[in-house]
């Protein structure tokens, strides 16, 4: 899985191998240039899955519930629904399981796919005290454990396990039938999940430790800008075949 947030990449990834394409709340720090995933809404997530339905009209994509879009009334919560999964998603993607228990089999028993999400859920960043690596002590670890079975049992169809020790993810790849794809969680994962300017080395801000980038399209782009402002100046940009004759005459 790769999240994507515009239609020109979602072209891409569709044309890739990739299984899904997540628009993630992580949009609101990628695209935005916010320090948090907090400022992310419905709304916004919605005009994302648009843009990104428009360029993969035939990917899977799951779409994240924002920032506390699940734990206002059972109606707030289906209006967020309605509006990320009419915009084009297949499924959303809901933070933690504790307190969201009941909305989670609603949302499930009423047709909506529900992929989980545990360990580091950054729309916690608050209580976490910054974007730590979670589940690194027995009694942590095994909480999260116990979390991903009362996800499974709420009927989410993946559960994405961002940053714990790889050895917890694999018992918990072990314990749940559900599919687990992981974000700086190890090999032991059914998939992996990245964010795509991560992957393709666009964002080199920002570079933890378990992101690969499978290219350096930074240096490309900073190159191709220079070589156009030099071809500019000097004159070779534009040439005869890239402008316009008059119109032939008779
Ligand atoms: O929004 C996002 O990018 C995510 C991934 C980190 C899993 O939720």
Same mark, same amino acid.
């Given at each position: 899985?790769?999240? /994507?947030?515009d239609s020109t990449f979602a072209k891409l990834?569709?044309l #890739?191998?990739?299984?899904?394409? &997540?628009?993630?709340?992580?949009?609101?720090?990628?695209?935005?240039?916010?320090?948090?995933?907090?400022?992310?809404?419905?709304?916004?997530?919605?005009?994302?899955?648009?843009a990104?339905?428009a360029g993969?009209q035939?990917?899977? @994509?799951?779409?994240?519930?924002?920032? &506390?879009?699940?734990?206002?009334?059972?109606?707030?919560?289906?209006?967020?629904?309605?509006?990320?999964?009419?915009?084009?998603?297949?499924?959303?993607?809901?933070?933690? @399981?504790?307190?969201?228990?009941?909305?989670?089999?609603?949302? @499930?028993? #009423?047709?909506?796919?529900?992929?989980?999400?545990?360990?580091?859920?950054?729309?916690?960043?608050?209580?976490?005290?910054?974007?730590?690596?979670?589940?690194? #002590?027995?009694?942590?670890?095994?909480?999260?454990?116990?979390?991903?079975?009362?996800?499974?049992? /709420?009927?989410?169809?993946?559960?994405?396990?961002? /940053?714990?020790?790889?050895?917890?993810?694999?018992?918990?790849?072990?314990?749940?039938? @559900?599919?687990?794809?992981?974000?700086?969680?190890?090999?032991? /994962?059914?998939?992996?999940?990245?964010?795509?300017?991560?992957?393709?080395?666009?964002?080199?801000?920002?570079?933890?430790?378990?992101?690969?980038?499978?290219?350096?399209?930074?240096?490309d782009v900073v190159d191709a800008l220079n070589r156009y402002h030099q071809e500019s100046q000097d004159g070779t940009f534009p040439n005869e075949s890239e402008s316009f004759n008059s119109q032939p005459k008779g």
């Amino acid at each position: 899985m790769v999240t /994507c947030y515009d239609s020109t990449f979602a072209k891409l990834v569709a044309l #890739s191998d990739v299984d899904c394409i &997540l628009v993630g709340d992580s949009v609101a720090m990628t695209m935005y240039g916010h320090s948090d995933t907090l400022k992310a809404t419905p709304g916004l997530i919605a005009r994302h899955v648009q843009a990104v339905r428009a360029g993969a009209q035939k990917s899977f @994509v799951v779409a994240d519930l924002p920032f &506390l879009a699940h734990r206002g009334s059972v109606d707030e919560t289906l209006k967020a629904v309605k509006l990320v999964m009419r915009a084009g998603a297949n499924a959303v993607k809901i933070e933690g @399981v504790d307190g969201s228990e009941d909305i989670l089999h609603l949302l @499930v028993e #009423s047709g909506v796919p529900v992929m989980g999400h545990l360990g580091l859920t950054p729309q916690s960043v608050n209580v976490f005290g910054g974007f730590r690596v979670q589940g690194r #002590s027995e009694s942590a670890a095994n909480r999260i454990l116990e979390q991903a079975k009362r996800l499974e049992k /709420c009927g989410v169809f993946a559960i994405v396990l961002e /940053c714990v020790p790889s050895s917890l993810a694999a018992d918990i790849t072990k314990a749940v039938k @559900v599919p687990t794809i992981g974000i700086g969680a190890g090999a032991s /994962c059914d998939g992996q999940v990245l964010v795509l300017q991560d992957l393709l080395g666009l964002n080199t801000d920002f570079q933890p430790k378990f992101v690969r980038q499978f290219a350096k399209l930074k240096t490309d782009v900073v190159d191709a800008l220079n070589r156009y402002h030099q071809e500019s100046q000097d004159g070779t940009f534009p040439n005869e075949s890239e402008s316009f004759n008059s119109q032939p005459k008779g």
